[in-house]
């Protein structure tokens, strides 16, 4: 149950987020990608490791209000907050026991929209999602100089 609740909290938030306007949806995504990086602050469970890893997805959350790449990599670096800290046993909601793993399974639906360039909800058919990630994979390709 925890992963079906998981992978259907991780598609409403696609889907919701899909429907704020285009020129605010990366921003308004960066913000949240870094809000969910202090989530662990306040548990402390990872010791010093929780600074470590909030810096980085701030730095990711930075690097998202004009990268859609840059958000995705934030969600999974919280993917794998979640997953040290389900393993620790500090979940992310002291009183749910299984927060964090549903987290982990939340988490990279959201990261896979976003390499998809969080596309608006008319764009999301499953072959427009496969166009849209081939599309932002040959234009990074050509970004770095590689031909494919």
Partial sequence: ???????LIGVLY???NSLV???HRRPFNAVMVGG???AYLSGG????????ITAVITFCAYRGLTSWTWIGIG???HTAADV????HGNPIVPFAEHSSLGCAICDP????WAFAGGPGLRSMTPAALVRALRLRRSQHAADRGFHQ
């Fill in 1 to 7: 149950m925890v992963v079906v609740s998981a992978l």
């Fill in 14 to 16: 696609v889907l919701v």
């Fill in 21 to 23: 306007p285009d020129r």
């Fill in 36 to 38: 969910a990086g202090a």
């Fill in 45 to 52: 469970g990872l010791g010093a490791w929780e600074f470590a």
């Fill in 75 to 77: 969600w999974l670096v």
């Fill in 84 to 87: 040290a800290h389900h393993l």
């Fill in 109 to 112: 639906v959201i990261a896979l």
